[in-house]
């Protein structure tokens, strides 16, 4: 059964440095998304990706965090400068389809990143 | 999207049905209810989805009142694997929009 692939899938790093994570969706899923889950809480969403172009970065923080999706496949999250405050879950999931078409696709979800911020 | 609650926490014995409550008061006619599941320290796992009938897969069962502003999903013989927090979410059907998460309901399944 496919899979969505993360890694690394646990990072410590320290206050002000760069951090990047990686995230290769499902084969053939067109929408990709970075969901934030600090401990505790649900997941939020960062970024959505529809192929390579952003469809909702609302709640990215984009003085520090940005998000690509070089030829629609695999992304990349990076956090610099990284804050105690980052300290968090950042799951990647992938769907098959287009915004506005019609049909139930369900999102799946990567193990996810645990990045510990000291 | 509407707003769910769910109780913080349940517990359940090993082989009983586990029944998770969902409230959606608020829910409009073209939102569906969505269940998702989150085993420790792995991503979220789509469950089950309806919008007005009572719908069951392999995994579980989803009961949705005649007004749909409640749902329950029925795990029908938990095990210790289906300890985990479960999401409730309401959402339109169409389009890819992100999924928007409370805070669940910790299943603990107790042997």
């Known amino acids: 059964e496919a899979e969505v692939a993360q890694s690394p899938r646990y990072k410590i790093t320290e206050k002000s440095q760069a951090v990047a994570f990686w995230c290769d969706p499902i084969?053939?899923?067109?929408?990709l998304y970075w969901y934030r889950q600090i401990l505790g809480q649900g997941p939020e969403l960062l970024v959505q990706f529809q192929d390579e172009s952003v469809v909702d970065d609302s709640q990215l923080p984009k003085d520090r965090f940005s998000a690509e999706r070089l030829k629609g496949v695999d992304s990349t999250l990076k956090i610099q400068p990284a804050e105690l405050g980052d300290s968090a879950m950042y799951l990647c999931?992938?769907?098959?389809?287009?915004?506005?078409?019609?049909?139930?696709?369900?999102?799946?979800f990567g193990p996810g990143t645990r990045l510990t911020v000291t | 999207d509407a707003k769910t609650t769910q109780p913080p926490s349940m517990d359940c014995a090993e082989g009983r049905a586990a029944n998770l409550p969902c409230n959606h008061s608020?829910?409009?006619?073209?939102?569906?209810v969505y269940w998702y599941r989150q085993i420790h320290s792995q991503g979220p796992q789509y469950i089950i989805h309806g919008l007005k009938n009572n719908e069951t897969n392999e995994m579980a069962s989803l009961i949705i009142t005649e007004d749909r502003k409640s749902s329950t999903l029925i795990l029908p013989h938990a095990t210790l694997r289906d300890t985990a927090v479960y999401y409730c979410i309401v959402r339109v059907y169409t389009g890819r929009r992100a999924l928007t998460f409370g805070s669940g309901t910790r299943l603990q399944v107790q042997p």
């Open positions: 999931a992938s769907s098959p389809g287009i915004p506005g078409g019609a049909g139930n696709y369900e999102q799946y």
């Open positions: 084969s053939g899923h067109a929408t």
């Open positions: 608020t829910i409009s006619g073209n939102e569906y």
